[in-house]
């Protein structure tokens, strides 16, 4: 019966009830077994198991024990302790694999890792091998520490850390890490044994180009950190790492350049986050949501992006870039709004094509906020506005509409935004059906049944095209999500509701900041900075950083006039 | 019971092209609603030299104020009154500017309802679009001057853009012969006119509180001076276009001439009858105008009453503005207000108030005490 499994638990809880003592006081450790040494390694949930010549403390064990600071000499307390530091043997995937060093030494060691976080080829090769095998060869060290042995002659890991305490044993286990505790010895050695499952670095999914690098972050933290750092060559790129969360601690890194950042900046990132009091931190989505100021409203006041290029970009202009543990998703701060509407692909392009792509990039924007509410406006309040062609045109195609434009205009913003959600939503096998779906939805079908007239098949179609061609994601949800507010306004008000909201938009936009930088700086706040903001120059004019990020060092190009005349023989 | 302080508002940080452009909505928003109309009744086919001797006589008295407040090294003229003259006096200043500008700003308020409803909304109850605006105008006034000089200064690329269109697409209709006579009604006539319009330039009324926000004393001399030469140019300029497209006699008829000016705009069958798109240029400038004119009422109130904080005072002007706006009975008295009372003696509170006071601490000031003692004893 599936309860058969289950049994041998109520038998040790009968066992310590009637067996209790405190852990944690020296010498305390009775009944406490040794798990079997050699052979195949078992998790502790296997190997205390209720064998005869084995006791367990399971939950009386934990009530009475006082978790001890520092590691012991003495290994029956370390099992003690190791066992209630990860519940075990609940806790199934923790490995304790005890075994006896080779060599001159004689000690028993526990290596302590979690399973599915370590890459066992190392730990077959790199740590048990050496510490049972190999140190039988070297004859020479016997008068050295014990622990100076170990590590300068036995482990050839390349991140070794000695540890004292058992919160470092436990940060380093549960970050991928073999713990080794020696009988005897009051100090562990952590040895760096990561090799957990991740997907490799692939081809950015939401913000693709055509020239420029393809690759983007992944779930792992650390190939994140390589990614930028292979591409910034400079020992001034500086990685600070805080771990954030009380129930289970995530790693966030802060990026950026030392003697070009600006230091306040780095202060105030740092602030907010080591000031966060949350239990676990699961993505940089989150992370923006409590960190930035003020905390309402529809703009980003982050860059998330996946891409390396841009990151590394951001880091040379003055910005810190926010890396959180298993998120492929790295934010950067501060930006500016326009930040949000330039692709990498611009600065990659001549300039006049770069300039000619954000122009219609903006043209895009407008229409993916106003159209529908454009064609409300006009249909209902000025019509004088359309040549008279047209406006019959459009009279004659709403003839055999029973709805008021309005409700025809929200009743397909709204079939497009189930279908975009539907979109991402469905499973990849079924997705194209999605496509069939919308198209005989929002088509002709809707046309054919008289529900909605042919032109506004065309604006509805255009402002979905036009909030697709924003490059952020974020900000793309800003505009479908204020699109609705201007229907509204266009539907009570005409074009006079528009300009009340756009006139809100504007204040609430020029009121934003990005950690104390203004979003609309440049221009508002007006401010130095390169040809950069709705237009792109060319690049030998992008001489200056953006004056709002408060860089130390505002020239990042030598001037044109400079590079033109420069004599290349000329060393001075 | 403790002597209350004067109060020390922290209006944020405004820049050069942000202030400037704040001053240039405030002072040319005007022309969209009856004021052209009003410049050319006054001055005939030589109206549009009103503006422009206007702007030339605010010019040289804000140099002689600027002169005086470097001399005296004024920032901030209320703090530096406050130090000689009992704040009662100050305080009874200080409401006086409040009265006034909230009066001002519920009268185009009511003005730019009545367009609103005469030229794009008129089916709409004019309750509805006054308090539509009112609330932008409150979300504007609570974000402080800082928003919004920094949202006129946006608004501003769109609205020179406009201004220019506006000023160019009617062009087809234009006959310069219809500017004359050269010189209108007269020189006398001319000069009269321009000495009373520059109750229309709240320049030297509004840097007088504002410049302690720029950065440094010396940019304070250049946001005037900028700003009242494209004021007064602009708007010369558009009395010269009306004046050219519709003759005078039609002109001083209209009640909103750069409404009419948009409505015969027609370059082809795809540009015309852009009125509706102006409409965003009117309506964005009268929330700016209006914005800062209600923020202005509560800071100087609180000023004047020694109140720690004023923006909580802006929801209560906000209503005291809305039912001032609904109290003229009809569109011809608020013309008649703003024409014969507002615009005819405006001036000896945007113009000759802030000289009395800037003279005033010229001759009061240690600076001047100590120059004149000076001079006193080197004459021995």
């Known amino acids: 019966m599936w309860w058969d499994n289950w049994k041998h638990l109520f038998a040790i809880n009968q066992v310590t009830l009637d067996h209790e003592f405190k852990l944690g006081e020296e010498g305390n450790t009775e009944g406490i077994g040794d798990a079997p040494v050699g052979g195949k390694p078992v998790s502790v949930g296997q190997a205390l198991r209720p064998t005869p010549g084995y006791s367990h403390h399971t939950h009386a064990v934990q009530n009475h024990f006082t978790m001890p600071k520092f590691i012991s000499p003495d290994m029956r307390t370390n099992r003690v302790t190791l066992q209630h530091l990860f519940y075990l043997p609940e806790n199934m995937d923790i490995v304790l694999r005890e075994f006896r060093l080779g060599g001159p030494h004689v000690a028993t060691v526990l290596a302590v890792f979690v399973d599915g976080l370590v890459d066992k080829a190392i730990i077959n090769s790199h740590l048990l091998e050496p510490l049972m095998l190999l140190a039988n060869l070297d004859e020479s060290q016997p008068e050295m520490k014990l622990v100076d042995w170990i590590k300068g002659a036995l482990l050839p890991g390349n991140q070794i850390m000695e540890l004292d305490t058992w919160d470092g044993v436990m940060q380093n286990v549960l970050a991928g890490s073999t713990v080794i505790l020696i009988e005897g010895v009051d100090k562990g050695i952590s040895v760096e044994t990561k090799g957990w499952e991740h997907r490799q670095v692939s081809v950015s999914q939401t913000e693709a180009v055509v020239r420029g690098p393809h690759d983007a972050f992944t779930e792992n933290f650390r190939s994140n950190t390589g990614l930028i750092r292979a591409r910034l060559r400079t020992p001034k790129l500086i990685t600070k790492i805080v771990q954030v969360g009380k129930l289970a601690r995530t790693d966030v890194a802060i990026m950026y350049i030392k003697d070009l950042t600006n230091p306040k900046l780095v202060n105030e990132v740092l602030r907010r986050i080591e000031n966060l009091d949350v239990d676990y931190l699961p993505d940089t989505g989150m992370l923006e949501q409590l960190i930035e100021d003020p905390p309402l409203g529809v703009v980003p006041r982050f860059l998330a992006t996946e891409r390396p290029d841009r990151v590394t970009y951001g880091l040379t202009e003055g910005q810190v870039a926010i890396l959180v543990g298993h998120t492929p998703y790295v934010l950067m701060a501060p930006i500016m709004l326009w930040s949000l509407m330039q692709a990498p692909e611009d600065a990659y392009l001549r300039w006049p094509f770069g300039a000619f792509i954000r122009t219609i990039r903006y043209l895009a924007m407008g229409m993916g906020l106003l159209l529908p509410s454009f064609y409300i406006a006009v249909t209902n309040f000025h019509p004088e506005m359309l040549p008279t062609d047209l406006m019959l045109a459009i009279a004659a195609s709403r003839e055999r509409v029973p709805f008021p434009v309005v409700f025809e205009v929200l009743m397909m913003e709204f079939s497009l935004e189930l279908i975009r959600e539907a979109g991402i939503r469905i499973p990849s096998v079924i997705g194209p059906t999605i496509g069939i779906v919308g198209a005989l939805i929002l088509g002709q079908a809707a046309v054919a049944a008289g529900i909605i007239s042919p032109l506004l098949i065309i604006v509805v179609a255009v402002t979905a095209l036009g909030s697709f061609t924003i490059p952020d994601y974020n900000l793309g949800f800003t505009v479908r999500v204020l699109r609705f507010g201007y229907i509204i306004s266009a539907a009570f008000l005409g074009f006079y509701g528009i300009c009340l909201g756009l006139m809100v938009l504007l204040a609430h936009l020029v009121s934003l900041n990005s950690l104390g930088v203004p979003m609309l700086a440049p221009i508002a706040p007006k401010g130095r900075s390169s040809p950069d903001i709705i237009w792109r120059a060319p690049a030998f004019q992008m001489v200056r950083r953006p004056e709002a990020l408060g860089s130390k060092n505002v020239i990042r190009l030598g001037s044109p006039r400079r590079l033109g005349t420069r004599d290349p023989h000329d060393k001075n | ?380």
């Open chain 2, 1 to 380: 019971m403790p002597k209350k302080r004067m109060p020390s508002f922290r209006i944020g940080r405004l820049g050069v092209p942000e202030l400037t452009s704040l001053l240039i909505i405030y002072s040319v928003s005007d022309v969209f609603l009856s004021y052209p109309s009003r410049i050319v009744t006054e001055g005939a086919t030589s109206g549009w030299m009103i503006p422009l001797l206007a702007g030339v006589i605010v010019l040289v008295v804000w140099l002689v104020i600027d002169r005086i407040l470097k001399k005296t090294k004024t920032t901030n003229v209320i703090e530096s009154l406050a130090t000689w003259v009992p704040f009662p006096l100050i305080s009874v200043v200080l409401l006086i500017l409040s009265i006034f500008i909230l009066l001002q700003t519920s009268l185009i308020l009511r003005e730019f309802t009545e367009a609103v409803i005469a030229t794009v909304l008129p089916n709409t109850p004019p309750p509805i679009v006054a308090l539509t605006f009112l609330l932008v105008v409150i979300y504007f006034s609570t974000k402080g001057v800082e928003v919004i000089s920094r949202a006129a200064l946006m608004f501003m690329y769109s609205f020179i853009a406009g201004m220019v269109l506006l000023l160019v697409l009617p062009l087809s209709w234009f006959h310069t012969v219809q500017l004359l006579p050269i010189w209108g009604n007269g020189i006398k006539n001319i000069a009269a006119y321009g000495m009373i319009n520059t109750s229309t330039f709240y320049q030297i009324l509004i840097l007088l509180f504002l410049s302690p926000a720029l950065r440094k004393e010396s940019l304070r001399t250049k946001v005037g001076i900028y700003s009242i030469i494209v004021s007064a140019v602009l708007v010369s300029a558009f009395v010269i276009v009306l004046l050219g497209t519709f003759t005078m006699p039609v002109t001083e008829k209209m009640t909103y001439p750069i409404y009419q000016l948009s409505r015969i705009i027609y370059v082809s069958r795809f540009i015309q009858r852009l009125e509706a798109i102006f409409v965003f240029i009117w309506t964005s400038a009268a929330v700016i105008k209006m914005g800062l004119g209600l923020w202005f009422t509560a800071y100087l109130f609180a000023y004047a009453q020694k109140i720690p904080v004023y923006r909580p005072l802006i929801f209560i002007f906000a209503l005291i503005l809305y039912m001032l706006t609904f109290l003229p009975p009809d569109l011809p008295t608020v013309l008649s207000l703003a024409g014969s009372i507002y615009e005819t003696y405006g001036g000896l509170i945007t113009i000759l108030l802030p000289v009395l006071l800037v003279l005033f601490g010229y001759f009061r000031t240690p600076t001047a005490k100590l120059r004149y003692q000076q001079e006193e004893g080197r004459r021995g």
